[in-house]
């Protein structure tokens, strides 16, 4: 079974600093990779997406992911945090074929704060 | 821009009544999944659907729980018979296709069973 492991549920930084967020996955083959983000009182809006093509994919927002399959990770960054970035953001896996029917896996999420 | 959207935001019930969680999706889209996040949890996945019928469900999903589509906007999750641990966020999703295509989500409804 897929599996999501973000690492940190609560990331502090301040404004203007990277942002990196966590996610490693386990598969025997590689997924198709999602960021998500929520914020208060709102669903989940789709950050980025990888889906087997360039390994570095660039997302809303400033946001960007590295697929890096020797590692199974799929960590996000920004450059540059901006207030208005203070949310969970959720990493997730969705099965590839197979009859698979894509249903995502996520993981437990990761609560960024921006600090002024 | 098109939009998943839920009814109600807030459902509070009592242990072992039904309660029904209304979805419309966004309405060229084909694929539809109910998801739930208990509080301090992950994001579970519940049932995804598709040509009117169940494509896939999760060990979650129970004989106490069922969908529907019954009129070819809306999707709807029932609960029977609720229980204390049924009090979630249950989120919908809906997708044009399968793979790598987004699944969009709406707002959620926060349900409490008392």
């Known amino acids: 079974a897929q599996s999501v492991t973000q690492l940190g549920s609560h990331v502090s930084v301040s404004e203007g600093a990277l942002v990196l967020l966590r996610c490693n996955y386990s598969?025997?083959?590689?997924?198709?990779l999602f960021w998500y983000v929520q914020y208060p009182n709102q669903g989940l809006q789709l950050l980025l997406k990888?889906?087997?093509?360039?390994?570095l994919v660039k997302g809303i927002n400033g946001f960007e992911a590295e697929f890096k399959k020797s590692e199974t990770s799929f960590h996000l960054t920004k450059p540059s945090a901006h207030m208005s970035d203070a949310a969970e953001y959720f990493c997730?896996?969705?099965?590839?074929?197979?009859?698979?029917?894509?249903?995502?896996?996520f993981g437990k999420g990761t609560l960024l704060t921006v600090n002024p | 821009e098109p939009e998943v959207t839920q009814t109600p935001s807030h459902q509070v019930t009592q242990m072992g009544q039904e309660v029904i969680l209304h979805c419309v999706p966004i309405?060229?889209?084909?694929?539809f999944y109910w998801y739930r996040q208990i509080l301090g949890q992950k994001v579970e996945f519940l049932v995804s659907?598709?040509?009117?019928?169940?494509?896939?469900k999760s060990e979650i999903f129970d004989d106490q729980f069922s969908v529907e589509r019954p009129d070819g906007s809306n999707f709807t999750l029932k609960i029977r018979s609720t229980k204390l641990e049924d009090s979630a966020m249950y989120f919908c999703?809906?997708?044009?296709?399968?793979?790598?295509?987004?699944?969009?989500f709406g707002p959620g409804t926060r349900l409490t069973v008392l």
């Open positions: 999703a809906s997708s044009w296709d399968r793979g790598g295509y987004e699944q969009f």
């Open positions: 598969s025997s083959v590689p997924p198709y």
């Open positions: 990888y889906t087997s093509a360039a390994t």
């Open positions: 997730a896996v969705s099965d590839v074929g197979g009859g698979s029917n894509y249903k995502l896996t």
């Open positions: 309405s060229n889209h084909l694929y």
């Open positions: 659907f598709y040509n009117n019928e169940i494509s896939e």
